[in-house]
């Protein structure tokens, strides 16, 4: 499962209402736990009729596997052929909306982490341009299954599943719009009802635990704003507690369902701004080793390494991790995520000259992101300032300046040229 990086959009655009209540910092780190909440995938109670699930269908279990380890393709092939044989399912149907949904997110670079680390991330434009087919065969996914389960909820208002697998159609429509279209105030309405489903199935089934997912990110985010931020969303009737969010998360972590490993990246997220770190890295360890194909899942636990205090331990998970990639032991595999996170290990280290080193390796990465490449460039010309190696601080600085593009790096670049960069605490 990827983590940022790695989901759906249930409240985006309530990011837009509060950004100026809360630090940019939280906003990314909660935006992408966020984003995975629409994406726990139903997994309905042992007594109810036996829909198609991974633990009782080995071809969804095949599809599942592909999935969290960022093998796209193969994965979408499964589930097609898993919606053919059960066409009258919602279920199918939703995990084929998954993996077409992440392989395009992850083809558009909308589950690098380094997206949402800036103060443009609401609407900074994809990286590359969106595939119109691809969205149209998403939205009428989507729309096919929330006409199978208004259909089942016509003759029964109670049919959990049937209200469990819309509301995860609902956040579907919603990650798109937000991560994909960068439509926040359009994917808000879908969120807001991908909720008011997944609430409706735990007054009716309190143990349908993946209900909880949805309702568990929402508590958690609503609880952790300001006096302002919870005044704000109650108006539309939105309310949360932030323990309670966690319980949640824990209870579907824990369920050893498909929708686990969805609250278990939700959960060390919200964790790691907990400063709990001991439980997030037990978290993100377990779920890298039983996915080793999935890159994203490996460099989050190194971030996290890093984040704990563990700049030494994150430095060597950093250059594993790179040589697992040059070995071609990743399904996809980003070097410049790698290279910037062992970048900013050793600069915590105080290792200026490998950490230029490393941060150099990022803009000389193929199809790196501009933006990323320049904050690489002024970062390696920072690492040279604080070696006195001024000649080839300026050459980095005007190296980040020359693609004409504007942002917090090349006006940090300017600022170096002017005032040689000095560090402090």
């Known amino acids: 499962m990827p983590i940022a990086p790695r989901g759906c959009l249930p409240c985006a655009a309530w990011f837009r209402l509060?950004?100026?209540?809360?630090?940019?910092?939280?906003?990314?780190?909660?935006?992408?736990?966020?984003?995975?909440?629409?994406?726990?995938?139903p997994v309905v109670a042992q007594q109810r009729i036996a829909?198609?699930?991974?633990?009782?269908?080995?071809?969804?279990?095949?599809?599942?596997?592909?999935?969290?380890?960022?093998?796209y393709a193969a994965s979408i092939r499964d589930f097609e052929r898993l919606q053919a044989q059960y066409p009258l399912d919602p279920f199918p149907s939703n995990y084929l909306v998954a993996a077409l949904l992440f392989k395009e997110l992850s083809r558009i670079g909308a589950l690098d982490t380094e997206t949402y680390s800036g103060n443009n991330f609401l609407t900074a434009k994809p990286k590359k341009p969106l595939d119109m087919a691809v969205q149209k065969r998403i939205f009428d996914l989507i729309a096919r299954v929330e006409s199978q389960c208004n259909a089942r909820l016509q003759k029964n208002p109670n049919d959990t599943d049937a209200l469990y697998s819309r509301g995860v159609a609902r956040g579907f429509r919603s990650t798109y719009m937000g991560m994909a279209e960068k439509s926040w105030p359009a994917g808000i309405r879908s969120s807001l009802a991908a909720r008011r489903d997944h609430e409706r199935v735990l007054e009716i089934d309190p143990n349908y635990v993946d209900a909880k997912m949805t309702v568990g990110i929402h508590n958690y985010i609503v609880g952790s704003m300001g006096w302002a931020g919870r005044a704000a969303v109650a108006l539309v009737g939105?309310?949360?507690?932030?323990?309670?969010g966690l319980q949640y998360l824990r209870q579907?972590?824990?369920?050893?369902?498909?929708?686990?490993?969805?609250?278990?990246?939700?959960?060390?997220?919200?964790?790691?701004?907990?400063?709990?770190?001991?439980?997030?890295?037990?978290?993100v360890r377990g779920i890298s080793r039983e996915y080793p194909k999935n890159f994203l899942l490996a460099v989050e636990y190194a971030h996290l390494l890093n984040a704990a205090g563990h700049g030494r331990e994150a430095i060597a998970e950093y250059r594993a991790i790179i040589e697992r990639g040059r070995a071609g032991k990743f399904s996809i595999y980003h070097p410049e995520m790698a290279a910037w996170g062992l970048g900013v290990s050793l600069r915590g280290q105080r290792e200026y000259q490998q950490a230029a080193e490393a941060f150099g390796q990022v803009s000389a990465c193929r199809d790196v992101d501009p933006a990323l490449s320049d904050r690489a460039l002024v970062a390696a010309g920072e690492m040279y300032d604080m070696l006195g190696r001024r000649d080839l601080a300026v050459a980095d600085y005007r190296r980040a300046m020359s693609g004409g593009r504007d942002g917090d790096a090349v006006s940090a670049a300017r600022r170096h040229l002017r005032h040689p960069y000095q560090f402090s605490e």
């Open 18 to 41: 509060v950004a100026g209540m809360i630090s940019s910092r939280m906003v990314s780190i909660v935006l992408i736990a966020a984003l995975l909440a629409g994406v726990a995938l």
């Open 51 to 71: 829909a198609v699930r991974p633990d009782n269908n080995a071809l969804a279990n095949a599809g599942f596997n592909e999935l969290y380890n960022e093998e």
């Open 238 to 244: 939105v309310t949360g507690n932030k323990q309670k």
């Open 252 to 283: 579907v972590s824990r369920s050893h369902g498909p929708s686990s490993n969805d609250a278990t990246m939700a959960l060390a997220l919200f964790l790691r701004r907990e400063q709990l770190y001991p439980e997030a890295l037990e978290l």
